[in-house]
């Protein structure tokens, strides 16, 4: 089946510093992933929307400039939170769209990457 | 997308069938029904879907009623891996690939 590969699972960085997490679709190729955040407790929202090869399209109340997003190739897309604060603390996960013409409808989402800012 | 309705949290006897309900009055006729489940510190888990009939699959069993207003999720033999917050996401299937608006879930507990 459709499998979705983040890493790192966990990262404990400085506040300040800049964080990439990595989103691959292993045994399919991903022309849209969606990038959600999760705080402690509430349901996932959506940041953005990472096309192949174009700009990501950000969700209200997102900044584009703190949440960079690159989704170079069909199979990897990255989240980098630039100088990173304690507010950015959060469970971010990816998910991948089939592409169209396999015949699934589903979104297939990574095990997520728990950030925590100190 | 029609909005849904579901309870915010269940509790089942582990071995027993947990039965998930859904509310969905509004949803228009080509618009599914997907179930998605989230483990705790895990990303969410695609889990089944359907459109009018009833659906089964290795994890769970999907009734839908006749009108189409209210599903079930019914997991038949309940684990404690099953505890998890489960979603009920109304979609048309030419959007079930794109970015999904998760509401509050349903949080079932399977107890020992």
């Known amino acids: 089946g459709a499998v979705v590969s983040q890493h790192p699972s966990r990262v404990i960085c400085k506040s300040g510093t800049s964080v990439k997490i990595e989103c691959r679709s292993l045994?399919?190729?991903?022309?849209?992933m969606f990038w959600y955040r999760q705080f402690p407790k509430q349901s996932l929202m959506l940041m953005a929307t990472s096309n192949e090869g174009s700009k990501a399209t950000y969700e209200q109340g997102v900044e584009k400039d703190k949440f960079l997003i690159n989704h170079a190739s069909l199979t990897l897309s990255t989240l980098t939170v630039t100088s990173a604060h304690p507010e950015d603390s959060s469970f971010y996960i990816c998910?991948?769209?089939?592409?169209?013409?396999?015949?699934?409808?589903?979104?297939?989402f990574g095990a997520g990457s728990r950030l925590t800012v100190l | 997308d029609a909005k849904t309705t579901q309870p915010p949290s269940m509790d089942c006897a582990e071995g027993r069938a947990a039965n998930l309900p859904c509310n969905h009055s509004t949803i228009s006729g080509n618009e599914y029904v997907y179930w998605y489940r989230q483990i705790h510190s895990q990303g969410p888990q695609y889990i089944i879907h359907g459109l009018k009939n009833n659906e089964t699959n290795e994890m769970a069993s999907l009734i839908i009623t006749e009108d189409r207003k209210s599903s079930t999720l019914i997991l038949p033999h309940a684990t404690l891996r099953d505890t998890a917050v489960y979603y009920c996401i109304v979609r048309v299937v030419e959007n079930a690939g794109n970015m999904l608006t998760f509401g509050g879930g349903t949080r079932l507990m399977v107890k020992p």
């Open positions: 045994d399919f190729q991903a022309t849209t």
């Open positions: 998910s991948a769209r089939l592409r169209k013409g396999s015949g699934a409808n589903v979104l297939t």
